[in-house]
């Protein structure tokens, strides 16, 4: 009679190791321990889904919800609950009571695997375009830059500070609530010949300040990045998100009572691109709209809006999501304007979306 030990060693001579075919043998699968089992390697095009299959046993589902054995406990029946979501997340339940962490480092994994990569998005979404396809396609795979974050905090603080109680001029300037102003951090360090809009990263450190004179004239702090105008401790709405070009844009916005991030310019860098896909990926609002300007076109090419639906496919692919995009009213040149006008209620331009 033949029977395989799960534990046993092989006997005998070595071309003896692999199992025969299991015509008369009952092969009842068990978790293997957690110790001295490989994994199979995770290819770039791997969505989460696809790296949890080849590592959990009777993985079973419909393309949506998934089920197998919790590699977390001892696991006889499957137990453990997966749900795909449709930006290609993964979300995992043990009926049994394992943490996520637990399942995940049992089977060698963490928290970013749940996570699919851009790479993986593109190479597996009907929705998303491969990258020679999109129209402007950046690369995002960007090495993490070196910033003195103190420095900068410790000038946009300072800026903030002196600046208490006078946002009140440049509100009305822009047309916007000062309240605003304050809310995305907004600055002078000359009681208000100029003004100073810090720009942040991912996760809220400041990377830089943008400086805009009296005039309306920008300049740009050296040795920092162009990043994202956020605002801190202002009321969220949870369902649109606009991404606005310039900070004096998402001021506007955040003015009307919508939700807003600003981006430092049409087409920002790679850098900027990727900390907004990881910030709206961490939200998952649903509905994310990106703004352009209405510029008249230069060499038949009106930058705002084509940079605008670029940046909306760049997104879309990303996040695994339709994403909108959008202009002001034709005769306005920007969202800002139309909103200093009195006139948001005339409502944006949808121009397109990413699928
Ligand atoms: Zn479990």
Known sequence: M????????????????????????????????????TFPPIAPEDLPIDILAARLYNFNGDG?????????????????AIRQL????ILLHCHAGCKP????????LDFSHLYPSGYAL???????KPPGQLAAYVPLDVAEPVINYHRFESLTATARRRAEGKHGKLAKQLGVDPEALVALGVGTLDYGNNWVFPEVDDQFRVVGACFRSRNGKKTF?????????????????????????GATDTAALLSVGVNAIGRPAAMPSSLAIRWLIQLLRRDEHPYVIVLGDNDEPKNGVAVG??????????????LGQNIHWALPQPQFKDVR?????????ARLVIKGASR
């Open 2 to 37: 033949n029977s395989i030990e799960p534990s046993g060693r092989p006997q005998g001579r070595r071309r003896n190791i692999r199992p025969r075919k299991p015509d008369d043998i009952e092969i009842v699968e068990t978790q293997p321990k957690k110790t001295g089992r």
């Open 64 to 80: 949506e919800t998934f089920s197998a054995l919790c590699p977390g406990h001892a696991d006889g029946k499957p137990s453990l």
């Open 86 to 89: 449709a930006n290609g997340r």
């Open 101 to 108: 962490e637990e399942v995940l480092s049992a089977i060698n």
């Open 122 to 128: 593109r190479n597996n979404k009907g929705n998303c």
């Open 221 to 245: 702090a050296t040795g920092g990045k162009r990043g994202l105008t956020i605002a801190q401790d202002w009321p969220r709405q949870p369902t649109q998100m606009y991404i606005a070009e």
């Open 305 to 318: 809006p084509k940079a605008a639906s670029d940046l909306a496919d760049i997104l879309g692919c990303e």
């Open 337 to 345: 304007d139309q909103i200093a006008a009195g006139q948001w209620k």
